[in-house]
């Protein structure tokens, strides 16, 4: 019960912030980590009950899915395609200031 409550106490956090301080907790040992396993183990070997409401939800409202399919394939495709381009950008941002500032940093040594 104990692991159980560490994990729903970082969850209240919101899922993925929750997660990550109850991996920092785990790393620093401020959680003991042999509480937590146990109720790990269990979710995890639990899983695939927590996907059959969403696809019972898929199967019930399958026409809706079909009479929207373009819509949501067009939508799907340029989304990704808007990630990957600001992301990429983004990269090339980041590692363009990282270039100067090495250059700049290499001056100054010299």
Known sequence: MTGLFYILFF???GNIIG?????????????PADRVRPAARFLLGSMALFFVPYGVGLMVSYRVILE???????????????????????FQSLNRRARMR?????RHAE
């Open 102 to 106: 090495h250059i700049r940093h290499m």
């Open 19 to 31: 997660m990550i301080l109850l991996f920092a907790s785990l790393c620093l040992r401020w959680v």
């Open 68 to 90: 929207n399919l373009w819509a949501i394939l067009v939508s799907g495709v340029i989304s990704t395609v808007l990630v990957i381009f600001v992301a990429g950008k983004t």
């Open 11 to 13: 969850w209240l956090a």
